[in-house]
């Protein structure tokens, strides 16, 4: 099993449309999670952390469920400028190799 | 601010050539660094990881090597690339607790013939 899972996708959905990605983690000491966008052939960018109680930045809501081991970003009226590939990234303390970064979840918002 | 420089952005290579990509970071000092590799379809994986000048830690044994001979300062190279060399390789500077937050630089795209 891998340490962070996420559906490749690709999600299609036209602009105002609500979508929600999930990502599962192995890990059950994970302590720190994020979500990253990457656009094509580009660097990754932080998106936002996710934090215990959840936490919403604009149309972006993310959400923590420790219990099940899983966090999820919903992105509520999507714009064209959404298409990207969403990483799903979690942070275990302890030796170096401390982020472990998910496969993306390809996204692209049609007119 | 804080600013991270990577370079080449693009290379063309040949199998057993040898490599050399650098990475720079401005507006911080004693930053934690490190050296990723995103294939095609595939998450980023950490090559290497450092703390401080002349400290590396290796994940996975590979083909490449890291040095850091100045605080600001990462470098990634191989002696003879391989055709499996080929990939995305980001550098990244990490900051908040934990060093968990990472800036990525624009990345430099090999591509090994």
């Known amino acids: 099993r891998k340490e962070v899972e996420q559906d490749p996708g690709p999600f299609n959905v036209p602009e105002g449309a609500t979508v929600a990605f999930n990502c599962t983690y192995s890990n059950s000491a994970s302590q720190s999670f994020f979500w990253y966008r990457q656009d094509c052939r580009k660097e990754p960018k932080l998106l936002m952390s996710?934090?215990?109680s959840g936490n919403e930045d604009g149309r972006f809501t993310a959400q923590l469920n420790r219990a099940s081991q899983y966090i999820s970003l919903l992105i509520r009226d999507s714009k064209l400028s959404d298409s990207a590939t969403y990483l799903c990234?979690?942070?275990?303390?302890?030796?170096?190799?401390?982020?472990?970064f998910g496969a993306g979840t390809r996204l692209a918002v049609h007119p | 601010s804080q600013t991270i420089h990577q370079w080449p952005a693009t290379l063309v290579q040949p199998v057993g050539s040898p490599l050399s990509l650098e990475c720079t970071v401005e507006g911080t000092s004693n930053p934690n660094l490190y050296w990723y590799r995103q294939a095609a379809g595939r998450g980023l994986q950490l090559l290497f990881y450092?703390?401080?000048?002349?400290?590396i830690s290796s994940e996975v044994p590979q083909n490449l090597s890291a040095s850091r001979p100045q605080d600001r300062q990462f470098i990634l190279s191989s002696k003879k690339l391989l055709l499996s060399d080929s990939g995305f390789y980001l550098c990244?500077?990490?900051?908040?607790?934990?060093?968990?937050?990472?800036?990525f630089g624009a990345g430099s795209r090999l591509t090994v013939l």
């Open positions: 990244a500077w990490g900051e908040g607790a934990g060093a968990n937050v990472l800036t």
């Open positions: 450092s703390v401080g000048i002349g400290q």
């Open positions: 990234v979690v942070y275990s303390f302890g030796g170096y190799n401390k982020l472990i």
């Open positions: 996710v934090y215990s």
